[in-house]
């Protein structure tokens, strides 16, 4: 990368400049990547207490102990009683490596097993993430994983090696998925396939250093400065920018290894360049699939206000930006405060800003009239969440105030829209258990005859 170009600040979650491979140049090493934070993660006895030490004398640095599964043949009882005891300090945030790994098998199964569930204890008492290597094992250790991690402290699968189908029952589990340089691989696609897959939420990077160097420096020796290259190809995988992809994974590293909260919410913010509005709290709905109860982030944006702001102040967030939209959203339902959106779109219109409305299409039946009207010449596009085909499935998996007149409702809502403004979307959160999203798309395409669009919840926002 040239050097007039600006580095996002990322958080490598696995990295062993505690390896031999840096003993000569660590110091150097540290000192060009100050800005970022990076976890050091053990694999044996030694290597631990290498991690611990580099994570005192540099802040930026978290460490892990454990001892990796190719090594456990030689594992004893006082090896158990020390990572138990490291797992005390200050600087170490997780337990591990450890799983199960049978692709060079220099550990016999059940030793691996054995070691697995005593690490699996030490991160329950010690109320810490344990950091998981799984190779050609998924079907051994996903059983174990169930029986024994702490659903609290959780965890990550490092380096994830598995496909989408794998991905998704990790995230079940509540585990973290972190990604290596092998996803930049040409011949990785069942990888990227899996990246596209992983909630916002749930999506961390590592260099796995010194080993697996991304595509663009394959077979040097690998850094966290070279992470960056592996973010370039998550965040084209996912549909955002570099930006978003550092942001979003710093966020979630801070969250697993750091139990860090958020200092604030945000009223407005940004999403490759489109600028989104937090405009209110509250819905009309309460569906399954939005978190916006449990956990309002998107994109490593936290969303959880306290009120809700006001036109001014939202005019007052957006300043002198200027992006390619203005998206009037939240994980609320903005048509609810319909003046607030009314005042802040004419002024995004007087200085030439296309403006987009995200909306459930309840606006009407919530102000108890047509205001479709209203909106025209304010907003350039409205993006409508239909969900489902009929009003039986929308009522079970939107949860709607108003069953009987929600879902009727929003396809009026879309019919005004499509023929008194600019442009109109509708969309569909998918795959949903027992939806059929090839009804809900000749629905919209064939009834409504709107453009369609079917998205996975927080994969773009």
């Known amino acids: 990368m040239e050097s007039s170009v600006r580095v996002p600040r990322f958080a490598d979650s696995h990295a062993h400049l505690n390896n031999p491979d840096f003993a000569a140049d660590v110091h150097e090493v540290a000192a060009r990547l100050k800005e970022h934070l990076i976890l050091n993660v053990a694999y044996d006895i030694p290597s631990a207490r290498g991690a611990v030490a580099l994570a005192e004398r540099y802040s930026n640095m978290y460490a892990a102990a454990g001892v990796h599964p190719n090594e456990v043949s030689k594992i004893t009882e006082a090896d158990y009683e020390t990572v138990a005891a490291l797992a005390r300090h200050e600087r170490i945030v997780a337990i591990g490596e450890t799983g199960l790994d049978y692709f060079r098998h220099r550990a016999e199964a059940d030793d691996q097993k054995a070691a697995l569930r005593r690490h699996l204890k030490i991160a329950r008492e010690a109320k810490k993430p344990v950091i998981i290597h799984c190779r050609d094992a998924f079907a051994d250790i996903l059983p174990i994983l169930k029986e024994e991690i702490d659903p609290i402290s959780g965890g990550v699968m490092h380096c994830f090696s598995e496909g989408p189908r794998e991905a998704e029952e990790a995230v079940k589990l509540g585990m973290y998925v972190s990604f290596a340089g092998n ?60 930006e978003d992809l550092a942001r979003l994974t ?23 360049n489109s600028l989104y509005v937090n405009v209110t709290r509250d819905c009309s709905n309460m569906c399954d699939f939005c978190p916006r109860l449990d956990n309002p982030t998107v994109q490593g944006h936290y969303l959880g206000t306290s009120r809700d702001p006001s036109a001014a102040e939202i005019i007052a967030a957006i300043g002198a930006q200027r992006p390619d939209e203005v998206v009037l959203c939240g994980f609320g339902e903005p048509t609810m405060r319909l003046e607030v959106i009314k005042e802040v779109a004419v002024e995004m219109k007087k200085r030439g800003l296309k403006v987009r409305l995200n909306t459930n299409g309840q ?37 709607p105030n108003d069953k009987q007149h929600a879902f009727p409702a929003l396809l009026a809502f879309a019919e005004r829209c499509r023929d008194l403004l600019p442009e109109t979307v509708v969309s569909a959160v998918g795959p949903v258990e027992g939806v059929d999203m090839e009804a809900v798309r000749r629905l919209a395409e064939e009834t409504l005859r709107v453009k369609f669009r079917l998205r996975r919840l927080d994969q773009v926002g």
Not at 208 to 228: E, F, I, S, T, W
Request: some cysteine; glycine content about 4%; charged content about 25%.
């Open 250 to 272: 710093l966020n979630n590293f801070q969250k697993l290894f750091l139990g860090a909260k958020p200092a604030r919410a945000e009223i407005v913010y940004q999403i490759r």
């Open 363 to 399: 606006g009407s039946l919530l102000n108890k009239r047509d205001i479709v009207p209203e909106l025209a010449g304010l907003v350039d596009t409205v993006s409508i969440s239909l969900n489902a085909p009929d009003r039986e499935t929308y009522n079970r998996i939107c949860h």
């Open 183 to 242: 996803v930049t691989y040409p011949k990785a696609q069942n990888l990227r396939d899996a990246a596209k897959v992983v909630p916002a939420e749930k999506l961390l990077i590592e260099t796995d250093c010194p080993y697996l160097a991304p595509q663009p420096v394959r077979g040097k020796r690998n850094d966290p400065g070279y992470l960056v290259e592996t973010a370039k190809v998550l965040a084209a995988v996912r549909g955002v920018t570099l």
